[in-house]
């Protein structure tokens, strides 16, 4: 028995409020440490094989001493790319390339072209990216309920920024709240209220805020638990949080119950529609059965909306938006003594690549409302073709009522074991943990003729592997088996550094 299935084993005895000076002592013990030490190498070892597979190819360190030609790089570059190219064209992966038509791919190389040298953080020289930026923001806040909020109320004037991605909307919708009650309630330690579904922007964000998270529970139904919500409130507390749908899942938090509860407790409601920002108010318009999440919500605040995603622009834009203009206001940074001039910037980087506004913009125009519409259709009747498919396999079980983003499990076989399967069989599934799950997102890449056929003839032969096969070995399913398993979250906070230090090896 290796040392995962041991302490695995031994974590089922162990109380959650043991586990952690327990894993502290045991870590000391020499034996111990070579045990994890042989076990962190060998699953890194697989990594490694899919993460560097460029043995072949030309390795830099340092500058060539005379630059390489145009030609010889583009084929470099070219060789490299067109090996994985594949997976995401052939629909062999979730979410991740969420349009990936060659037309609209077409368009945005041409404008990437037309604008690769545009700043806005120089309005002055190039007006038209801030007049793109300004229209971005204007026509989602369009899409997610601004007219219906100013109409219930004249103070609601909804509007926001471009960012770089969703990690960015809400990096910075957390700071509005934070510098908010610091401002208006003294609150000098500030905290976020949220579903543990929520995602690890958060986190990240009181991280780097210095805020802190305080996680509850999720129903049986993987939506937030509202009366734990009320629970976790205190003092301190700055923001509610609620998903529209939740990343694991791809279920609606009852946007409308927190909503009301953070109004009667006068705090701010961020609502993370980064993925279903651009889906749901087509699916709601597609007749589909969507409950209320934006701004026509009267405590709903803030909204993250990632155009990167389901928007089809290029990677590297999303949008926060605000229910009036004081809340962005706090988002604002200036500087008003510095000899190099003054300066003011709206999100967290100085110079931007006004590029991406213009992909963003232009993506928007040509699609139009009947583009998303049409695209929003193919996906969701796509899912629920793979959804009924999955129901079908007597092993399987999917969580919750999901749209698009399906989450399934298995009380019969090991999950990762069938995730392993679908690895082997070139498909690349997101893996879920707490409870043990993996998730398909639906793109239009899986709406092309045959691909939602072939995913479930091969994750049916993926569940009788899992039956009788050994565990696979390579891929990410080993991780998330062993991720999983552990009692010990440090030994997996060790897991990921060396993982990123990994991507550093040239
Ligand atoms: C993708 C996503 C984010 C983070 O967005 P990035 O663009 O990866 O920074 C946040 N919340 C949800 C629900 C998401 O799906």
Redesign the pocket.
């Known amino acids: 028995m290796d040392l995962v299935q041991w302490v695995e084993k031994l974590g089922r005895f162990i109380p959650p409020w043991l586990a952690q000076p327990l894993e502290r002592g045991l870590r000391r013990v020499p034996f111990v440490r070579r045990q994890m030490e042989r076990e962190y190498t060998r699953l890194l070892e697989e990594l490694r094989q899919a993460l560097k597979p460029y043995h072949d190819m030309p390795v830099f360190t340092r500058l060539p001493e005379t630059g390489w030609d145009r030609m010889t790089l583009l084929h470099l570059i070219q060789a490299m790319v067109g090996r994985e190219e594949r997976r995401w064209q052939q629909g062999f992966v979730s979410g991740t390339v969420y349009h990936g038509g060659n037309e609209l791919a077409s368009l945005i190389h041409q404008v990437y072209a037309l604008t690769s040298h545009t700043n806005p953080l120089h309005a002055d020289l190039w007006p038209s990216v801030s007049k793109f930026e300004a229209e971005i923001v204007a026509m989602t806040a369009a899409m997610l309920g601004a007219e219906a909020a100013q109409t219930m109320d004249p103070d609601a004037r909804v509007c926001g920024t471009v960012t770089s ?4 909307s ?1 990096l910075l919708a957390m700071k509005v709240y934070r510098d908010w009650a610091r401002a208006t309630r003294g609150v000098t330690e500030p905290e976020i209220v949220l579903p543990v579904t929520a ?1 690890p ?1 958060f986190d990240k964000a009181a991280h780097y805020l210095g805020m802190r998270t305080v996680r509850y529970p999720v129903r049986d139904d993987y939506r937030a638990d509202v009366d734990a919500a009320a629970r976790a409130i205190t003092k301190n507390t700055v923001v509610l949080v609620g ?1 529209a749908p ?2 694991p899942h791809g279920v609606v938090d009852p946007i409308a119950e927190l909503s009301t509860l953070a109004m009667e407790q006068g705090i701010g409601f961020h609502v ?1 529609a ?2 279903g920002g651009f889906v749901l108010p087509w699916a709601e318009k597609l007749g589909y059965p969507v409950p209320p999440y934006d701004f026509r919500l009267p405590g709903v605040t803030s909204i ?1 909306v ?1 155009t ?2 389901y928007g089809y622009a290029a990677k590297g834009t ?1 949008v926060v938006l605000y229910r009036s203009p004081d809340w962005r206001s706090y988002q604002y940074f200036t500087a008003t003594d510095w000899p190099g001039g003054l300066y003011a910037a709206p999100t967290v980087a100085g110079s931007r690549p006004g590029a991406l506004l213009a992909i963003c913009w232009a993506v928007m125009i040509s699609m139009g409302e009947r583009g998303y519409l049409e695209a929003t259709r193919r996906i969701l009747e796509t899912a629920d073709f793979l959804r009924e498919g999955i129901c079908a396999i007597p092993e399987l079980r999917v969580l919750g009522d999901p749209l698009w983003i399906i989450a399934f499990t298995s009380d019969e076989v090991n999950i990762y074991r069938v995730m392993g399967g679908m690895e082997r069989r070139g498909w690349r599934l997101t893996g879920l943990q707490f409870p043990p799950a993996v998730h398909i997102a639906v793109t239009l890449r899986h709406t092309v003729p045959g691909v939602a056929e072939r995913f479930l003839t091969d994750l049916e032969a993926a569940v009788r592997d899992a039956r009788k096969l050994p565990a696979s070995e390579g891929g990410m399913a080993p991780v998330y088996g062993m991720a999983a398993s552990l009692p010990f979250r440090s030994m997996v906070d060790d897991l990921l550094r060396r993982y990123l230090d990994l991507l550093y090896e040239p």
């Not at 991605?165 to 960015?168: K, L, R």
Request: glycine share 12%; aromatic share 6%.
């Open positions: 991605g969703g990690t960015e809400i995602h922007a998903s939740t990343f993370d980064c993925l993250s990632d990167h995603k999303s």
